[in-house]
């Protein structure tokens, strides 16, 4: 079982920054494909980013250019750099995690979710 603690969100202006942060239990966070996926008022889920265990990332064709995912496996974290933010970006961010190194498209474990709110 992997716990994972999102932290970070919080209230900005269109065109402001935030980074959010995911700290992950256990020993085996480097092994494991990480994502950062969303869920705005009245909208699907949302594959945000991923952060492969060597670092390879993919981003959603919304956030390309604006955002940014990195992992620092010495320090169990996973990271969302949010740049350029706009209102369609307010949502809750979820952090997740596979239970191996590969992604198949499904995650395993998911945190609590932090809010990230953008006003125009």
């Known amino acids: 079982q992997v716990q994972l603690i999102e932290s970070g969100g919080g209230s900005v202006q269109a065109g402001g920054s935030l980074r959010l942060s995911c700290a992950a239990s256990g020993d085996r966070f480097s092994l494991y494909w990480m994502g950062w996926l969303r869920q705005g008022p009245e909208k699907e889920r949302e594959e945000v980013a991923t952060?492969?265990?060597?670092?390879?990332?993919t981003y959603a064709d919304s956030v390309k250019g604006r955002f940014t995912a990195s992992r620092d496996n010495a320090k169990n974290t996973l990271y969302l750099q949010m740049n350029s933010l706009k209102p369609e970006d307010t949502a809750m961010y979820y952090c997740a995690s596979t239970r191996g190194p590969y992604y198949t498209g499904t995650f395993d474990y998911w945190g609590q979710g932090t809010q990230v709110t953008v006003s125009s």
């Open positions: 952060v492969g265990s060597g670092g390879m990332t």
